[in-house]
């Protein structure tokens, strides 16, 4: 009987992405396995294209809540799939719920938040050993004696060209006859990884002038910041912030030929469409959470006080991220670009 695991995945976009490691792994090494990754439902564009992931089960509780009789309901619910193991990204009490109700009989997770008992093949947690968050999620795929690879594989994306032109129907957008610079000023976690809109928009100046394209990607609350780079570049910008589903952000990115991004979820996708990527990091860890693509640039200061992890600077100044020029995203750009086709 072919193995069927359920992957309890993360909420966060870019967990999300980094995850997609795990279930290449997962394929290479168990071919004829069922994987199916059941997550709150923001996340399902992301799994709509990985080809690896068979099936996609959307969770209904809201973040944070317990919800411990709709878990245990919804768990039972899924028992008629017959899972034969559980591998857990989250290590909330919450989540070992759902695999326990579900009769799943290996329930693999991180010890965590008093798991004992839910879980059956618990998994101590090296940070250590397993510096990266991508790490400890190809980890619990593996057996509990075997060694990390050395070589990870890397999140990738398959964008659907068919909903980037639909989606350029929808908003007016014609086919680029430049090449397109992805600008993601963004970042849900906080100021801290905020690199200034000032700096964007002398970015987007300056290869406006050049005579590329400049698309400003972000969610409904980043429609201010994007707003404001766009009047600084005199309304010179395709300012998509908050127009864009999730899906029809991912596949209209696929059209730039540059990226630049806050440490965000964004950034972690545009690292997976393999597109040419500049990272700014402020107050987070890029040894943590880099972009697993071999085309991304990380630009981070390492200043005495970042990494930080704060959602705001303790210290008033900001100068992990002010003190990064504009300069020096330009030199990490291609001098040229060609157009991509859909």
Not at 97 to 111: E, V
Request: glycine share 8%; net charge neutral; proline share 8%.
């Amino acid at each position: 009987m072919a193995e069927r695991i359920l992957i309890l995945g993360p909420s966060w976009v870019g967990d999300m992405v980094l995850a997609h490691s795990l279930f290449q792994s997962l394929k290479a090494r168990r071919p004829d396995a069922h994987v199916a990754v059941a997550a709150p439902g923001w996340t399902l564009p992301l799994l709509a294209r990985m080809p690896e992931v068979d099936e996609a089960i959307g969770l209904p509780f809201r973040h944070g809540e317990l919800a411990l009789g709709e878990r245990i309901r919804f768990g039972r619910s899924l028992r008629g799939k017959h899972f034969t193991q559980a591998i857990l990204l989250v290590n909330s009490l919450k989540s070992a719920i759902l695999p326990i109700a579900a009769d799943i009989p290996r329930r693999t997770g991180f010890l965590g938040e008093f798991r004992y008992g839910l879980l059956n093949d618990i998994r101590p947690l090296d940070k250590a050993a397993l510096p990266r968050t991508v790490d400890r999620f190809v980890a619990l795929g593996l057996e509990t004696d075997e060694v990390l690879p050395a070589v990870l594989p890397q999140p990738c994306l398959h964008a659907d060209s068919a909903s980037a032109l639909a989606t350029m129907q929808k908003l007016g957008i014609a086919r680029p006859e430049a090449p397109v610079l992805a600008l993601c000023p963004g970042a849900e976690y906080g100021p801290a990884k905020r690199w200034p809109e000032a700096y964007y928009a002398e970015v987007a100046n300056q290869m406006l002038s050049r005579g590329w394209q400049v698309w400003l990607f972000g969610s409904e609350k980043d429609t201010p910041v994007t707003a404001n780079i766009n009047r600084l570049t005199q309304e010179r910008c395709r300012d998509l912030s908050g127009k864009t589903s999730l899906g029809e952000a991912i596949d209209l990115m696929s059209l730039a030929s540059a990226v630049v991004s806050n440490d965000s979820g964004l950034m972690h996708v545009a690292a997976a469409l393999q597109l040419p990527l500049v990272a700014i990091y402020g107050s987070s860890d890029p040894s943590h959470t880099p972009p697993m693509s071999d085309k991304a640039r990380v630009l981070s200061l390492n200043l005495s006080c970042s990494p930080c992890f704060k959602r705001e600077c303790p210290l008033g100044h900001l100068r992990c991220l002010r003190d990064i020029a504009p300069e020096r995203i330009i030199e990490n750009l291609p001098s040229s670009g060609g157009i991509r086709s859909l």
